[in-house]
């Protein structure tokens, strides 16, 4: 027997199909000194019994994305490997009951021949001459996806194992990690058999990711949100009509989809697979008597067919042939799902060299994308694309358990639900209030969700349709349509007040603290009594961030950011600071309201001492009050009006709030904030600032000082990038839309020709228009140049407009 291995550069945690494509990645790009652990055999944990369906649809572009590389890389693996394996890529066909999901699927189609997939969109006869035991006279049509498939989650595995192992990489299994710990700077993973010591670490934990978590904790780590539901899916007996299909065509049936029932019904051999996302669904291992046991391996629950009876008549409906053979098996087996029912990929919060894969719904399917970006995040500490929706810092301290079962569950039982821009899923709320809370509802909010700080969106009048069913429209129009448009106006005329609760912000302090910050943003601090926005790029210039900045003295400076990169852009500071900086996290004591519009300084005035109110735009005075109490008051305004952030105790917020309110300020919300600031063309964090654009495409230029005396992280990167010129180009576009406006990653065209995409869509009340904001190929980012933006299947003629923002070209107003 070999002995056993005391060090790696690596050590996965974890051997289902997620670890071992990590593993195999690893390898992949030259790290072979891997060690996977497995604390029983390969695929013991979720892998074993999954469905192994193996889509490429989503409504996400980085989800689709990361499901369309598994399909690539699962195509040829077999072969690279030389492990044969069953992959049957038999297409998929999801069924519409709505116009609604019709247009869900054409935008999905959409952005899936963006990315080479010719999906197709089919009428209720086209469906059912592609599959044709279906009953068809209720639906509005369906998608057809040519990629989709099943694969054997086992071999799968294997097959990515032994790549790795093929490659260097050492797979232990029946070593189960027992803990970890930390010694000159260097990890140690504890097992039975042995010590390893390493460089990092991946929890690639399945569903005992929170019990491996929980090891990190004392380096800086935090529980892993996460919750475990019940999935089961039932196999039938054989089909003769089946056998017959499959023998005369030479194929499967295609995957079928009832998305607006819920249920997947697959080709198993000759018979069905039928797996439901039922409503009355069923968590596990959540309450104390009913603990997580220390092993399950190659475990099942009980069957619980009462629980899914109703989607079984569903689909015995919708497919006759089902009801004509028997259950022969049914599988019922632990999912994990994280709050959004998306996976935890990337750097773990707050652990040096950590990192976690983990938490997949849909990890067969994801699987191969999972390694690829796991392992691009380890070796480069950057990935390809932009992957904020796995990111594992879209999580902050907020999601504690109560939440994370309440919104696995409600992810479970809406698992293909749509996901429609006016609806907030009810869920989990409330997690964290601003003492303005009470106002806020008094004068009709309806709150969204920020890093779990309740905003209002806007703000309802008496007799306007507050129901959740009003909110199931990709339209414009709604209940909210009208009362937008008063709240923009009342910007524009009077004076507007909007609570930003949560915005991140922190507190740099220490020897060389400006220079500090300054070494990592590309742009150049303001001077004393000043701010502005820096733009934080990686090493290869793309946008990691942006922050509003501070720079009080060389040795104090202060960071404002978006409330949901509130660890995403900690950890950039922390992770790089010096000795002897200090970063502390102030974002719960303070609020900050922004009380903009024509008016603004006339409501301020009576109520304002010791603030300067004629001072310039861009400035920012520390000592005074508003209405009696302490408060910093910056002058900006991201509705591109005469405004100030007040920035002020959190505790203050509510006598300020009322003073100004009092004094004839209009309450307004986020909606009409996303309207207002896309009629200026200021950019909106991971949407149109990502890591998927260099600083130089966002048209960030003026933000970009290339001539600066301190280097900063993309500096060579960005310099190359501007002798070559950029292949793309940042610009802002009217369009003739209908219904809608355009959303994130709507296709461009140019002809036949795919030109770009959008990157943020509204209406702008003050230029009556609607306006998008997007990435176009240079030579077509020219003012007037028409073009076509595809919303939901449709396309529209756009135009582009020239490099300034549409409203206040000259910033006249904001300056006034
Ligand atoms: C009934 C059912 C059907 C499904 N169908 C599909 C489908 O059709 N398509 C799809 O994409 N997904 C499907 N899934 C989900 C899919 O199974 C999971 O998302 C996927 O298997 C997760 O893989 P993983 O590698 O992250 O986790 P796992 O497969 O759970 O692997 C984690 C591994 O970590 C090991 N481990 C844990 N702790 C330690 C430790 N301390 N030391 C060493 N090893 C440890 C475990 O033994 C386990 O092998 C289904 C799930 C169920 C329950």
Redesign the pocket.
Known sequence: MSEFPTTARIVI????????SCVYHLAKMGWSDCIL????E?????????????PTFSTSWSIMNMQRYSTELYRGLGEAVDYPMNYHVTGSIRLAHSKERMQEFERAAGMGRYQGMPIEILNPAETQERYPFLETHDLTGSLYDPHDG?ID?AQLTQALAKGARDMGAQILRF????GISRENGEWIVHTEKGDIRCEYVVN?????AQ??GEWFKPHGGRTVPMMVMS???LLSEEVPEIETYTKETGHKLPLLRDVDSSYYLRQEKHGFNL?PYERNCKGHWMTPNDPMPDDF?FQLYPDDLERIEWYIEDAMARVPLLGTSGVSRV??????YAPDGLPLIGPMPGVPNAFE??V????????GGAGKVLAEWVVEGQTEWDMWSVDPRRYTDYTDQDYCDQKGMEVYGHEYAMHFPWHEWPAGRNKKLSPLHSRLQDAGAQFGAYNGWERANWFAQAGDDTSEESTQTWDRAGPWERRIREECEAVRDNCGILAITGFSRYHVTGRGAREFVDGLTASRLPKPGRISLAYFPDNRGRILTEMSVMAWSEEEVGLITAATAQWHDMEILTRQAPEGITITDNTKEMECLLVTGPNARKILEPITEGHDLSASWLSISMEGTVAGNKCALARVSFAGELGWEIHCAIDAAPAIWDAITDAGAKPFGMWALNSLRIEKGYRAWKGDLSTDYSLLEGGLERFVKLDKEVDFPGKAAMLAEKQQGVANRFVTLTVDAGACDAPYMSTLWQGDEVVGETTSGAWGYRVNTSIALGMLRTDLAVPGTEIEVEIYGQRHKAVVQEDQPLWDPTNARLRA
Not at 37 to 40: A, D, G, Q
Not at 42 to 54: F, K
Not at 360 to 366: R, V
């Open positions: 945690i974890g051997g289902g199909a997620v670890g071992a652990l497995e604390k029983n390969l695929t013991a944990g979720s892998t074993w019994h999954a469905a192994g369906n193996v099943d989650p070593t189960p990690a027992t690639a934990a399945g569903y005992y019990r491996v999935h089961q899916y797996g391996s599988i019922n087996g632990p999912i994990p894969a983990c997949f719904t849909f990890g067969i399917a994801q699987s």
